[in-house]
Nanobody
Framework: QVQLMESGGGLVQSGGSLKLSCAAS????????MSWFRQAPGKQRDLVAR???????IYADSVKGRFTISRGNAKNTVNLQMNSLRPEDTAVYYC??????????????WGQGTLVTVSS
């Protein structure tokens, strides 16, 4: 089974930067898109950024120009560079892998999450 592990969360002051990383273990295959979601206390989990198999990127309006999603050095890894952080960015950030497989169709894998806290 494929598993995702996030790292890089922590406490940062408003205006600061943080880089999140997500690595897949196991043997992922197929056409993969990787995403970052976040969930603040009492809120639903929302898409932050996504990078498709064709390297197209999608960003939430609230993070455009501040966050950059990119694939890591290893296949099926992804990073999220977060700049100009704001207190409203505080949330648990989750890595997501969507695999389009030949026989099982779309398989979705979630990481456990990493906490990002931005102080004012």
């Amino acid at each position: 089974q494929v598993q995702l592990m996030e790292s890089g969360g922590g406490l940062v002051q408003s205006g600061g930067s943080l880089k999140l990383s997500c690595a897949a273990s196991g043997n992922p295959f197929g056409i993969n898109a990787m995403s970052w979601f976040r969930q603040a206390p009492g809120k639903q989990r929302d898409l932050v950024a996504r990078i498709t198999s064709g390297e197209t990127t999608i960003y939430a309006d609230s993070v455009k120009g501040r966050f950059t999603i990119s694939r890591g050095n290893a296949k099926n890894t992804v990073n999220l560079q977060m700049n100009s952080l704001r207190p409203e960015d505080t949330a648990v950030y989750y890595c997501h892998l969507g695999m389009l497989t030949p026989h099982a169709g779309v398989v979705e894998i979630w990481g456990q999450g990493t906490l990002v806290t931005v102080s004012s």
